[in-house]
């Protein structure tokens, strides 16, 4: 059981660039996320996805798009990154029974 | 807008020593979770306590909730350097499930 797989986990963009996260978990969970974290602020959420096929914003949505590939994946893209978006990136799932998050390791991007 | 505010920022302690910190929150909430990040990972869960309850025990990890003043601590006793890491409360906001973070304690325990 990997649990929630991201990749890349490093990632160095210059500006204008996109890029695209991906996300997948193996515990067939219904519900995804997408947190960002910097430093003094904890996660913020970016976007989530109750189930297949729906995606809903978050806090910070934007400069941000979301595909709910499958219910194994949740990528989430950048269209023209900007170094307002350097940060570390986690996807999470939940286990529907207790609302319990499981966490990806996370991406680590810069925008130069 | 986050939920949750966590008290202390950082915490420096021994081996040995316990270690509380504490979170508050502003809405009601269905229940109070508490995660750990190690540096450089991702979070883990590590307890939930619902709101009706008023403690909870994990091994050397003890949870308080106190609905009537929205708060809630973490006590780890008989801390460990392996404990170091930040800690993380969460509470859900009701709606689908959701959890909003607080921006976490900073524990560091020296050996």
């Known amino acids: 059981n990997a649990g929630v797989t991201q990749t890349p986990k490093f990632q160095v963009l210059k500006t204008g660039q996109s890029m695209t996260l991906q996300c997948a978990q193996d515990?067939?969970?219904?519900?995804m996320y997408w947190y960002r974290q910097d430093p003094g602020m904890g996660l913020r959420l970016i976007y989530y996805s109750a189930s297949e096929g729906t995606t809903d914003k978050g806090e910070v949505p934007n400069g941000y798009n979301v595909s709910r590939l499958n219910k194994r994946e949740f990528s989430l893209r950048l269209e023209s990154a900007a170094p307002s978006q350097t940060s570390v990136y986690f996807c999470a799932s939940t286990d529907p029974v207790g609302n319990i998050q499981y966490f990806g390791a996370g991406t680590r991007l810069s925008v130069l | 807008s986050q939920q949750g505010e966590e008290d202390p920022q950082a915490l420096s302690i021994q081996e040995g020593e316990n270690a509380t910190m504490n979170c508050s929150y502003k809405?009601?909430?269905?229940?109070l979770q508490w995660y750990r990040q190690n540096s450089g990972r991702g979070l883990v869960h590590l307890i939930l306590i619902r709101s009706n309850e008023r403690e909870k025990h994990s091994g050397r990890l003890r949870v308080t909730l106190d609905t009537s003043k929205k708060s809630s601590s973490l006590l780890i006793t008989a801390s460990r350097a392996a404990d170091t890491a930040s800690y993380f409360c969460a509470t859900d906001d009701n709606q689908g499930g959701k959890l909003i973070f607080g921006q976490g304690t900073e524990l560091s325990v020296k050996p």
């Open positions: 809405t009601s909430i269905n229940n």
């Open positions: 515990m067939n969970h219904n519900s």
